[in-house]
């Protein structure tokens, strides 16, 4: 029953794990997607059109430019007439406090010129006095109109006829009989007496100019849904500019809408979900394995986050072409560090999902899924830095062979073509190069080891590797031996080659604590004479133990510490084993002592390692090479190995292991060959 709760509780657990991949990865990339898609045009006037085919998805009006809205409305508003009350209270008010203040006349003038001044300031009145601002602002243009509302009746007058305060006590002057009196009356302070009486009717102004500015029609036409609007490598002329601007407009205008963003968005994640479903799924599927390596998953799924914001960003700047991203780094990257199908995979999803960003996402697909096939092809391991240099034109090439193949298509004459697109791929094509030095971060942000490493880690320079042929000249050439057979079985089985001669170059790195406890390494003196079986086994295994010391102590990757630690799996230190029951037959054995830590070989490359080791070390003991004796040696030690259980953790097959031994005693048979003896020349 605890067994059973035990499996329940890792398959809840492995169902949250994918499903925390799943929405968290849809909950970013969805957050990053342009909420609208007007972003995805960049239209210029009298150059050809460079994406494909636009159709109008909606009915929409054909806007007029703003040039032509603003010369119309300009037409129109040389009719506009503001409203201004006249207010007939101001004239008696003014009128009656002039005479009242002048009641016992003006000195030195006639009495009679008190009427004479008011009936001025009467005439004044009824012609209409404004606020100096509003009156000098609209006698710029001399032909403006002003409707003078009194009673209800409203009624045009020219600006020309209406005074401002300051314009009618200029106008009081002109009079004949005021005017040779000038002096006496600025003394009376007339300006006093004169105020405004047309106060500016801002409701019925406003209400008379919207209806002249809504008189002026902003559409000169429709498109109806699907008429095509342009088509890839057209010339944008001024009336296709227009359309595309209008359909920008109405989308932009829709887009406002609430409830059509709430279906947009619905819409986006399932769109996301059920991609990155696919994609946890053919993982759980086919790469179970990958589940229990928590860097490996993340690197897939940070892969395709990081390219959908980056796509996202490039789309809202439409300056920036989505082709100068370089898609085809995912796959390289994955193909090296993984697998084809799971690179290929991967790709695909992310370039869907960063499809979905593109108002025509149809050839964007077909391009990079193309670049990114020839990318997996084309560069299997990456081993040398020439390689990649091939890669990046290749896949450059092939991206603008698919591009210039759609071009052709639609284009009806080659020189209306637009190739600023091929500018764009040759830089993607020369950011593919920097995959090189991206992959040491790759390497030590998520625990992989590439080929390059690997061949670095395998220069017989390494300060490692020199200090073994120093000080354990004997181990050294050992375990280029060892190198050579493991790489030879790898290759023949299709395992890694490179892994397994670099793991079999550092497996006894651990003799460097101990060197003369080891046979190959001693010159007529055997410290074990002086020691027990079990110190001696103990010495022998602790080589081990120090490897692994080693290893961390010069930052050697983890496949290269699994090599140390499973190259004598859980086997034993077998001649002191032996040798100790032997003498001692009647005490029990603590086999603890004489056992390898482990653990066993998990991997094919392993497996070959082990095989190679045990091999090359027995055939020094041969008392003669012959055909037979490599024979019998060979299958002793591997059939041993298969009996004692040592593969039963490691995807090896009987075949692989049939190949291996074939491979074990070829290379035997060449390297202790017999050499033929020299004829002695006779001396007379």
């Known amino acids: ?243 595309i601007q209008s359909y920008l407009k109405e989308n932009e205008r829709l887009n406002k809408d609430q409830v059509q963003n709430r279906i947009s968005l619905l819409g986006r994640l399932l769109y996301a979900t059920i991609l990155m479903v696919c994609f946890t799924l053919y993982l759980s599927l086919y790469r179970k394995d990958y589940f229990q390596k928590p860097r490996s998953l993340t690197m897939l799924y940070a892969f395709i986050v990081i390219f959908a914001l980056l796509t996202a960003l490039f789309v809202r700047n439409t300056f920036i072409h989505v082709y100068i991203l370089p898609y085809a780094m995912v796959p390289i990257f994955i193909r090296v560090f993984m697998d084809s199908r799971t690179a290929f995979m991967t790709h695909i999803i992310m370039i869907l999902i960063c499809s979905i960003m593109l108002q025509h996402p149809f050839e964007f697909v077909i391009v990079e899924t193309v670049a990114g096939l020839v990318a997996i092809n084309s560069l299997r391991e990456l081993s ?80 490692l590797l020199r200090r073994m042929s120093e000080v354990a000249p004997g181990t050294f050439n050992h375990s280029i031996q060892v190198a050579n057979l493991a790489g030879e079985i790898a290759n023949k089985i299709d395992a890694d080659s490179q892994l397994v001669r670099t793991g079999a170059l550092y497996h006894d790195i651990g003799k460097l604590a101990n060197p003369i406890y080891f046979t190959e390494n001693q010159s007529g003196i055997d ?49 002191f084993y032996i040798r100790y029951k032997n003498e001692h037959p009647d005490d029990p054995v603590d086999e603890l002592l004489f056992t390898y830590p482990g653990p066993n070989p998990f991997t094919r490359e392993q497996a070959c390692l082990m095989m190679a080791d045990s091999v090359e070390a027995a055939s020094r003991s041969l008392a003669d090479y012959t055909e037979q004796s490599i024979r019998e040696l060979v299958e002793r030690i591997v059939d041993s190995q298969v009996a004692e259980g040592y593969f039963r953790e490691c995807p090896i097959t009987f075949r692989d292991i049939q190949y291996a031994k074939t491979v074990l005693i070829e290379k035997l048979k060449t390297v202790y060959h017999t050499r033929i003896s020299y004829p002695t020349e006779n001396k007379k």
Request: a negative charge.
């Open 1 to 243: 029953m605890s067994n059973f709760s035990l499996k329940e509780n890792l398959l809840w657990r492995d169902l949250l794990l994918r499903a925390a991949l799943v929405i968290g990865t849809v909950a970013i990339v969805v957050w990053a997607m342009p909420h609208d898609t007007n972003y995805s045009f960049h239209v210029e006037l009298g150059k050809p059109w460079k994406y494909s085919q636009l159709t109008a998805p909606f009915d929409f009006p054909v806007y007029k430019s703003d040039a032509t809205v603003k010369r119309e409305r300009d037409s129109v508003m040389r009719q506009y007439e503001p409203y201004y009350d006249f207010d007939i209270t101001t004239e008696a008010r003014m009128v009656r406090k002039f005479a009242s203040d002048y009641a016992d006349g003006i000195a030195d003038l006639p009495k009679d010129y008190i009427s004479i001044i008011s009936n001025r300031l009467h005439s004044l009145y009824q012609q209409g006095i404004m606020e100096s601002k509003e009156y000098e602002e609209l006698k710029k243009d001399t032909s403006n109109m002003i409707r003078i509302v009194n009673n209800k009746q409203a009624s045009s007058v020219s600006i020309m006829e209406v005074y401002s305060a300051k314009a009618a006590y200029e106008q009081l002057f002109q009079d004949e009989k005021l005017k040779i009196h000038r002096q006496q009356l600025q003394k009376c302070n007339l300006n006093n007496y004169i105020i405004p009486n047309l106060s500016f009717d801002r409701t019925r102004s406003e209400t008379s100019r919207n209806e002249l500015i809504g008189s002026i029609p902003l559409a000169s036409g429709l498109v109806q849904k699907g008429e095509k609007i342009v088509d890839r490598g057209e010339i944008v002329t001024e009336q296709t500019y227009h359309v």
């Open 384 to 463: 040398q830095r020439a390689q990649l240099f091939k890669s990046a034109i290749i896949i450059t090439l092939a991206a603008m062979a698919v591009n210039l193949a759609f071009d052709w298509t639609r284009a009806v004459e080659l020189t209306i073509i637009d190739y600023s697109d091929y500018n764009y791929l040759i830089v993607n094509g020369i950011l593919l190069l920097f995959a090189y030095p991206l992959l040491y971060l790759i390497e030590k942000a998520f625990g992989f080891t590439s080929d390059i490493t690997l061949i670095e880690l395998s220069n017989t320079n390494s300060p």
């Open 527 to 575: 410290p074990h004479e002086m020691l027990t079986d079990i110190e001696s086994a103990q010495y022998i295994i602790s080589h081990v133990t120090e490897g692994l010391k080693m290893a961390d102590k010069y930052n050697l990757p983890k496949v290269i510490r699994d090599f140390i630690a499973t190259h004598h799996g859980q086997g034993k230190a077998k001649f």
